[in-house]
């Protein structure tokens, strides 16, 4: 494929940030440079027709943290390492809603749940209340931020759920819509994006930063940010951040539907929420973890299988549903919880592994990498 003279000098000519991934981080990386310097030339580029991995096919669950998550996290990090990425996550929903407003994000504060099916697992959860209470009141500015629910397992229709936790302070918002004011807002700030352009290789001779294209497209720039996140194996090979599959369906509408807010269920590996009056549920990873290590969007009978089981059995026992729509996501995790931001070589800088909290994370990342990137300019 070859440009012409116009495509060339109009779009491409004296880039100085070509941004890769026009998801949460490549977005808000975009902005916070051009907040920095309205001059700078800035592009990024998206191998999908709409921002791919992870950012608009998320669940919306806008989370911190439910209370076996942090448990768990503790038996392998510090409390400071733990807490500190809580906060982390709390001051990007923060971020994330400053930027764009709760209308635009359409979110609604209706509370998170962990549910349990077993009683040794809630146990356990319920006798860390107050510690994770006393440790999460500084960071969200509520005295009270987990609390026992299990008075409300009825009032949403439920059966085999034994207890649930509240989480007070998690909301959920729509990820359309989030993306949507996103974009607008990055492209009114003077910045193009470019969709159906995938990245092969970035090469930096120390002066400037080359970009090959799968159409076999040559760029050139000073400066180039990879915020790929689940693709990002792809251009950092060394890094360890692994693309992680998330398989996701939603019901047609359901009349009286009793279910409001966000659900967390098994550690967190199935997750559901209403979207108005339908069910969204998504996981079910851990069930072939190997499988679904994986960039390839699709899915699979054994998880699609099982989220209905759950669905007919658990969450919609007694109420008639149909699945209106199937999709899958890419997510970037590795060993370590914390994302990924530095300089990969003197002109290339990387934002990736977000460990499924984009929506959390995501515009602080991307202003962090952006701080980095502006002290080279």
Same mark, same amino acid.
């Given at each position: 494929?070859?440009?012409?003279?116009?495509?060339?000098?109009?779009?491409?000519?004296?880039?100085?940030?070509?941004?890769?991934? /026009?998801?949460?981080?490549?977005?808000?990386?975009?902005?916070?440079?051009?907040?920095?310097?309205?001059?700078?030339?800035?592009?990024?580029?998206?191998?999908?027709?709409?921002? /791919?991995?992870?950012?608009?096919?998320?669940?919306? +669950?806008?989370?911190?943290?439910?209370?076996?998550?942090?448990?768990?996290?503790?038996?392998?990090?510090? @409390?400071? @390492?733990?807490?500190?990425?809580?906060?982390?996550?709390?001051?990007?929903?923060?971020?994330?809603?400053?930027?764009?407003?709760?209308?635009?994000?359409?979110? $609604?504060?209706?509370?998170?749940?962990?549910?349990?099916?077993?009683?040794?697992?809630?146990?356990?959860?319920?006798?860390?209340?107050?510690?994770?209470?006393? $440790?999460?009141?500084?960071?969200?500015?509520?005295?009270?931020?987990?609390? =026992?629910?299990?008075?409300?397992?009825? %009032?949403?229709?439920?059966? $085999?759920?034994?207890?649930?936790?509240?989480?007070?302070? @998690?909301?959920?918002?729509?990820?359309?819509?989030?993306?949507?004011?996103?974009? /607008?807002?990055?492209?009114?700030?003077?910045?193009?994006?470019? =969709?159906?352009?995938?990245?092969?290789?970035?090469?930096?001779?120390?002066?400037?930063?080359?970009?090959? %294209?799968?159409?076999?497209?040559?760029?050139?720039? #000073?400066?180039?940010?990879?915020?790929?996140?689940?693709?990002?194996?792809?251009?950092?090979?060394?890094?360890?951040?692994?693309?992680?599959?998330?398989?996701?369906?939603?019901?047609?509408?359901?009349?009286?539907?009793?279910? #409001?807010?966000?659900? $967390? +269920?098994?550690?967190? +590996?199935?997750?559901?929420?209403?979207?108005?009056?339908?069910?969204?549920?998504?996981?079910?990873?851990?069930?072939?973890?190997?499988?679904?290590?994986?960039?390839?969007?699709?899915?699979?009978?054994?998880?699609? =299988?099982?989220?209905?089981?759950?669905?007919?059995?658990?969450?919609?026992?007694?109420?008639?549903?149909?699945?209106?729509?199937?999709? %899958?996501?890419?997510?970037?995790?590795?060993?370590?919880?914390?994302?990924?931001?530095?300089?990969?070589?003197?002109?290339?800088?990387?934002?990736?592994?977000?460990?499924?909290?984009?929506?959390?994370?995501?515009?602080?990342?991307? @202003?962090?990498?952006?701080?980095?990137?502006?002290?080279?300019?």
């Amino acid at each position: 494929m070859s440009l012409s003279y116009w495509e060339q000098t109009t779009f491409f000519k004296d880039l100085d940030v070509a941004i890769i991934g /026009s998801g949460i981080v490549g977005l808000n990386a975009a902005l916070s440079l051009k907040k920095k310097n309205k001059n700078l030339k800035i592009i990024v580029l998206e191998r999908g027709m709409l921002p /791919s991995g992870a950012s608009s096919k998320n669940a919306g +669950f806008a989370c911190f943290g439910s209370p076996s998550e942090l448990l768990e996290d503790l038996k392998n990090n510090s @409390e400071e @390492e733990v807490f500190n990425l809580v906060e982390k996550r709390w001051k990007g929903l923060l971020r994330l809603r400053k930027n764009l407003g709760d209308k635009a994000i359409d979110l $609604h504060n209706w509370g998170g749940y962990e549910v349990f099916d077993s009683k040794k697992s809630f146990a356990a959860c319920e006798s860390k209340i107050d510690y994770l209470n006393k $440790h999460t009141a500084s960071i969200v500015g509520i005295k009270t931020v987990y609390k =026992n629910a299990d008075h409300k397992i009825n %009032s949403f229709g439920f059966e $085999h759920v034994k207890h649930m936790i509240l989480n007070t302070a @998690e909301a959920q918002i729509d990820t359309g819509k989030m993306m949507q004011a996103l974009i /607008s807002k990055v492209r009114n700030a003077g910045v193009e994006i470019i =969709n159906g352009f995938k990245v092969t290789t970035v090469e930096d001779d120390g002066k400037n930063v080359t970009i090959f %294209s799968s159409d076999e497209l040559v760029l050139k720039c #000073k400066k180039v940010i990879i915020a790929t996140n689940g693709f990002a194996k792809q251009l950092l090979p060394e890094y360890q951040v692994e693309p992680a599959r998330a398989q996701v369906l939603i019901t047609h509408p359901i009349k009286k539907l009793k279910l #409001k807010g966000t659900f $967390h +269920f098994d550690g967190g +590996f199935y997750y559901f929420r209403n979207i108005g009056n339908r069910v969204l549920f998504g996981g079910g990873r851990n069930m072939d973890f190997k499988t679904e290590e994986t960039t390839e969007f699709g899915l699979t009978q054994l998880v699609q =299988n099982k989220l209905e089981h759950f669905l007919k059995t658990m969450i919609l026992p007694k109420t008639e549903h149909s699945i209106d729509m199937r999709w %899958s996501g890419i997510m970037g995790v590795g060993p370590q919880k914390n994302s990924i931001v530095k300089a990969t070589s003197k002109n290339v800088f990387c934002a990736v592994r977000m460990g499924g909290m984009g929506v959390a994370i995501g515009s602080l990342v991307g @202003e962090e990498v952006a701080e980095i990137v502006s002290e080279t300019l």
